[in-house]
Nanobody, 124 residues
């Protein structure tokens, strides 16, 4: 059962932008480090970005650095992934995830709570 809810996926042309949102119904992300992962068909789920709830530090995969931005609203109710300069290779199901350990995890196994994912398709 997914504890997080993603939204904002869709079909976009290469070079376009999308903003994904992640919420935790009935909860906030305060005290939870939050990350975005993606999984393309036939590939492993891979880390995209994460944000530390304590200091707001952000972390990115090299493949998205400079194009994607993870952020949150002031109340920690919603975590966003702003994606710009999208490429066909960014096509995947994007998942939001969270965990409450001290150190931010950059691997999927480090996260305890997941959403069901939202499809992002980038056409060439």
């Amino acid at each position: 059962q997914a504890q997080l809810v993603e939204s904002g996926g869709g079909l976009v042309q290469a070079g376009g932008s999308l903003r994904l949102s992640c919420t935790a119904p009935g909860r906030t992300f305060s005290h939870y480090n939050t990350g975005w992962f993606r999984q393309a068909p036939g590939k492993e789920r891979e880390f995209v970005a994460a944000i530390d709830w304590r200091d707001g530090n952000t972390y990115y995969a090299d493949s998205v650095k400079g194009r994607f931005t993870i952020s949150r609203d002031s109340a920690w109710n919603t975590v966003y992934l702003q994606m710009k300069g999208l490429k066909p290779e960014d096509t995947a199901v994007y998942y939001c995830a969270a965990h409450s350990r001290v150190l931010v995890s950059l691997i999927a196994a480090g996260y305890d709570y997941w959403g069901q994912g939202t499809q992002v398709t980038v056409s060439s």
